[in-house]
């Protein structure tokens, strides 16, 4: 029986900056409609590791295949429609802040005229509804909102055209516990009403055992442990056990100058 | 310690700049041309550019026009060439002061925003996702800039031609007691509409400069707040550099025969 391709693959994805090597042979299958997080400590290449998918870095090196289709060296126009399936959360929101609300959730389907203004901003509403914010909420301008609320609108704009595959950039970083708690569950409501792919990377261990299927961790540009979210206890994993944990002693060093 | 090393590293630096900013100039005017075209940003910016603009080349226009006319007056009286006034000041109006003037405001005004709020989206990922939203960056804010910038500037100078005019016909009627009539013939029977036609030009140009560097400088901030700043003042500096550079060839080009 043939094995379904996965809806992403990395294979051996190499990124560094100069002279500091982020990625060293990253390797990283996430399935149709499987929720998979990331986790790892500050700096350890998990945002870098979306943006090559999604094109906003060049990896140097490796394979990743959305669906299939090559986007290690693509073209800009094989990004593009790679970049369709897409929908991003990103860390600060990165709302457009000289658009109202609902041109920012609708912005999209607008720019590759999918839709005309009418229609996106009804389109906007429903999504505003979908993440618990009122029809009035979309005629505010970004700096209007909570943390909180920028947060709810930004992760409207990821589902406004339906993605296929969505990715969360610590979703909960900067947010109260409640608020953060309010985000796990509209991201796990979303990804399934929208039947989504979902890839998330987080430090947050409250957010990553809520909303994932499995876990991966990344360390020295690698993924060293990964498998079901039930089983991260007893991974085995010295490394894995610091991080969870939160211990400061262990395998895990952090670069402290004295 | 080798002192050559530093000097060429330096220059080194400096080609490498050079490269990265004609790269971005060639790959900003490829997407001028191809679609799509988001017209309503380009009328937002020729608005932003064209319109309130107006006041601070006014403003300037109008007091270089009547210190022109005055520093030319106690210059002048030397050879009692007064009456050459009305015409230092039209083609000095037109031809230099009003482009020149008229870019370097607009630079400081137009060029820090473009790069202050570029920079601004830079930092806090907003140019990532409009990449994640299918939208070329390239396309939807420096395009529409670029645009807006070259077009709207030959405009703007035109306007601080008038005003320039007659700033010196102000101060020359009403405080040196030259006749207005014999002062406004002048003025108009030595203006050619080559001297017009080159100001326009150099408008242009100095506005595609103006919207390139602050789109250049914020496009590629980064370092948070300080690299924002950082941008704005490269931005502006830049332009600035380039305006007067450009001017002397430009004006190598129309009236070196």
Redesign the interface.
């Given at each position: 029986m043939n094995e379904k391709q996965p809806k992403i693959r990395m294979r051996g994805v190499k990124k560094s900056f100069g002279a500091k090597v982020v990625l060293d042979g990253f390797d990283l299958d996430v399935a149709e409609g499987e929720s998979v997080v990331v986790i790892g400590g500050s700096g350890s290449g998990k945002s870098v590791s979306i943006?090559c998918v999604?094109?906003?870095l060049k990896a140097d090196g490796g394979s990743i295949q959305v669906d299939g289709v090559e986007v290690v060296g693509a073209k800009?126009e094989t990004h593009?429609q790679v970049?369709?399936k897409?929908?991003?959360l990103?860390?600060?929101a990165?709302?457009?802040?000289?658009l109202p609300v609902w041109e920012n959730v609708s912005?999209?389907l607008l720019?590759?005229?999918r839709v005309d203004r009418k229609e996106g901003r009804e389109i906007a509403t429903a999504k505003l509804a979908q993440v618990g914010l009122a029809p009035e909420v979309g005629d505010l301008r970004p700096a209007e909102l909570s943390g909180g609320m920028q947060k709810r609108v930004a992760l409207a704009?990821a589902i406004a055209a339906d993605p296929e595959i969505i990715f969360f950039d610590e979703p909960t970083t900067g947010l109260d516990p409640i608020m953060a708690d309010v985000i796990n569950d509209l991201i796990i409501k979303i990804t399934r009403e929208v039947g989504a792919t979902a890839l998330s990377i987080t430090h947050d261990m409250v957010s990553a055992r809520k909303i994932a299927n499995r876990i991966a961790m990344l360390y020295d540009g690698r993924i060293i442990w990964a498998g079901p979210t039930a089983d991260i206890d007893t991974s085995g994993n010295a490394y894995v056990d610091q991080f969870i944990h939160g211990r400061a002693e262990g395998p895990i060093k952090m670069a402290i100058r004295k | 310690m080798n002192v050559l090393q530093p000097i060429g590293r330096v220059f080194l630096a400096f080609l490498a700049t050079v490269g990265r900013i004609s790269i971005f100039t060639l790959d900003g005017i490829s997407h001028c041309f191809r679609p799509p075209f988001y017209f309503r940003i380009i009328g937002r910016q020729m608005v932003e550019i064209g319109y309130y603009s107006l006041p601070v080349v006014g403003l300037t226009a109008i007091f270089a026009g009547m210190v022109l006319a005055l520093q030319s007056y106690t210059g002048f009286a030397r050879f009692s060439a007064e009456g050459a006034i009305a015409n230092v000041v039209v083609l000095s109006i037109t031809r230099e002061l009003g482009p020149v003037l008229a870019g370097l405001m607009v630079a400081g005004r137009i060029g820090a925003a473009m790069a202050a709020e570029l920079g601004t989206m830079r930092v806090t990922e907003q140019i990532d996702a409009l990449t994640t939203l299918s939208t070329n960056p390239m396309k939807y804010l420096v395009a529409p800039r670029l645009i807006a910038g070259f077009t709207m500037m030959p405009f703007l100078v035109l306007v601080a031609d008038v005003i320039g005019v007659f700033g010196g016909y102000i101060v020359s009627v009403y405080k040196l007691g030259f006749n207005p009539s014999i002062y406004l013939q002048n003025t108009w029977d030595f203006l050619e509409a080559h001297d017009v036609i080159s100001g326009l030009v150099k408008a242009s140009v100095f506005g595609f400069i103006v919207t390139l560097m602050g789109c250049y400088h914020g496009y590629n901030s980064k370092g948070g707040a300080e690299g924002v700043g950082a941008a704005t003042t490269n931005a502006v500096v830049s332009a600035s550099i380039l305006i007067l550079s450009f001017d002397y060839i430009l004006t190598e080009i129309f009236f070196a025969n």
């Open positions: 943006k999604l094109g906003l800009a593009e970049n369709r897409f929908g991003m990103f860390q600060g990165a709302l457009f802040d000289s912005f999209g720019a590759q005229k704009r | -």
